[in-house]
């Protein structure tokens, strides 16, 4: 069973389009619950309705290898809302959905690839994480039906 742990939105883009500057300063917000709209993405995130079956509708992390990320790069103070990602999630292998449909709450999804870490990622999280997180940057996905995604308890 797929859990729930962060989910997150943020209204404008911090590292897209940065890439000679500093980041931006949209806040990456903890949300107890999400609304997922079929091909539009997040409701008040930046990517909903970017443009026509994009691919990032929304986008899954692996808790467990948050952690591993943690303790094998010493980056205890690393917190999930950096990596800019949408839902921080358990007990799957993120890897596994691409190509694949899966659900998620009654919500229906589509792995389209990974969610490849940029070289933003050393400045977000701490030296190293980019080259750590290659093939494990987790995972971008549409959205197949409406429905909301909450934090399990």
Same mark, same amino acid.
């Given at each position: 069973m797929i859990r729930v742990h962060h989910l997150f939105v943020s209204d404008g883009h911090n590292f897209v389009g940065h890439h000679d500057g500093p980041p931006g300063e949209h806040a990456t917000v903890a949300a107890?619950?999400?609304?997922?709209?079929?091909?539009?993405g997040i409701r008040g995130d930046r990517y909903f309705a970017h443009k026509?079956?994009?691919?990032?509708?929304?986008t899954f992390f692996?808790?467990?290898?948050?952690?591993e990320l943690q303790?094998?790069?010493?980056? /205890?103070?690393?917190? /999930?809302?950096?990596?800019?990602?949408?839902a921080f999630v358990?007990?799957?292998?993120?890897?596994?959905l691409v190509g694949q449909d899966f659900e998620v709450q009654g919500v229906h999804f589509r792995?389209?690839?990974e969610c490849r870490p940029c070289y933003w990622m050393d400045r977000a999280l701490g030296p190293g994480a980019e080259a750590w997180l290659k093939g494990r940057g987790g995972l971008r996905a549409r959205i197949l039906s409406n429905g909301s995604l909450r934090r399990d308890g």
């Open positions: 107890d619950q999400i609304e997922c709209v079929t091909g539009q026509e079956d994009y691919k990032g509708q929304i692996s808790m467990e290898v948050f952690a303790r094998e790069l010493n980056l /205890p103070q690393a917190h /999930p809302e950096a990596t800019r990602r949408n358990s007990g799957v292998n993120l890897g596994e792995g389209v690839e």
